[in-house]
Nanobody, 115 residues
């Protein structure tokens, strides 16, 4: 079964760190670009970070230098380490897998950063 399941969201204070995870079932990292997106209340979903099949990362300007995307190919888990969190980082974080004929989304995990 092809599935993405996010976990690890929660409530943190500004300046703190949080790591969220995405367990990928039936989705080989070798053939899919894996990414993180987020959606704040009343706003459109936006790109946060991605990692290419070869391992090259890319980040939105707003998170560059604070967030780190990584993956464990043996466990098929995608991570997003978020440091120096800001209230504007609040939102539902979604995992995405983009590959041949596939554009798969997880259900999302809520991240709330209080000031």
């Amino acid at each position: 079964q092809v599935q993405l399941t996010e976990s690890g969201g929660g409530l943190v204070r500004a300046g703190e760190s949080l790591r969220i995870s995405c367990a990928a079932s039936g989705i080989p990292f070798s053939s899919h670009i894996m990414g993180w997106f987020r959606q704040a209340p009343g706003k459109d979903r936006e790109f946060v970070a991605s990692i290419q099949t070869g391992g090259s990362p890319a980040y939105a300007v707003s998170v560059q230098g604070r967030f780190t995307i990584s993956r464990d190919s043996a466990k098929n888990i995608l991570y997003l380490q978020m440091d120096s969190l800001k209230p504007e980082d609040t939102g539902v974080y979604f995992c995405n897998a983009l590959g041949p004929g596939a554009d798969i989304w997880g259900q999302g995990t809520q991240v709330t950063v209080s000031s």
